[in-house]
Nanobody, 115 residues
């Protein structure tokens, strides 16, 4: 019923930029948190950034100053602007939507940063 679709991943050189987008559709509670997680091969899934409906943001330390998360509440979309990309940012990036005990995940989009 609720679906998240990510886009914007790709291959970039170190120092480059990408902008990820996630569009949510379905029956979505109006007060929620959206975010981006990432998972590299053999690693645990890591929370990268989150943003609440009232635009409170949080970032993992490793991306602070480089990544910016924003959202469009009317469209149920969330974006992740990624600048100054590093090879260690390489991962599958997953969109996340949650409220209370309800959690939804996107299928993931691959981000590869070459050195």
């Amino acid at each position: 019923q609720v679906q998240l679709v990510e886009s914007g991943g790709g291959l970039v050189q170190a120092g480059g930029s990408l902008r990820l987008s996630c569009a949510a559709s379905g029956s979505i509670f109006s007060i929620n948190v959206m975010g981006w997680y990432r998972q590299a091969p053999g690693k645990q899934r890591e929370k990268v950034a989150t943003v609440t409906t009232d635009n409170i943001t949080s970032y993992v330390d490793s991306v602070k100053g480089r990544f910016t998360i924003t959202r469009e509440n009317a469209e149920n979309t969330v974006y992740l602007q990624m600048n100054s990309l590093k090879p260690e940012d390489t991962a599958v990036y997953y969109c996340n939507l949650r409220w209370g005990q309800t959690v939804y995940w996107g299928q993931g989009t691959q981000v590869t940063v070459s050195s």
